[in-house]
């Protein structure tokens, strides 16, 4: 097996360990559950995206694809930080259960299309079939 199929693996597991992750905290911040506020729930989340930001980064370099030469690249940076920004809101920043579940979900979609664009590697990503 290769380092970038290794890399890869990885990153992929990282990448469906961030979505468990952040999709449990978000039924709990739906559920007004106190697991939401455990030390281990706030910590856990660190942990594994910035393994997935590590791997994220092995494969840029290995592949010479880079954000802002490589549009699919952009686009998904682009929407990850769009995704952090509505996870914020969602657990944390949202005024009202309403604005929190709103982003909640909005995250959800904003992360089902970042990894579309990282399936097709197309700045479109699932709307590629759309256009």
Known sequence: MTIYKLTLGFHITFVGLSLLFFTVRGFWM???????QAKFTRFAP???????LLTA??????????????????????ALVLYILLGMIALKRGKTRKQ??????????????????AYWRHPLGIFLFIA
Do not use: E, G, M
């Not at 739906?30 to 939401?36: G, K, R």
């Not at 909640?104 to 664009?117: D, H, M, N, P, R």
């Open 100 to 117: 929190r579940v709103f982003a909640f979900v909005s995250a959800l979609a904003t992360y089902a299309f970042i990894v579309s664009v």
């Open 30 to 36: 739906v559920t007004n559950d106190a697991l939401l």
């Open 46 to 52: 660190h942990v594994i995206d910035s393994a997935l």
């Open 57 to 78: 980064l092995v494969l840029v370099f290995q592949t010479k694809q880079y954000p802002l030469t490589s549009d699919w690249l952009t686009v998904k940076v682009t």
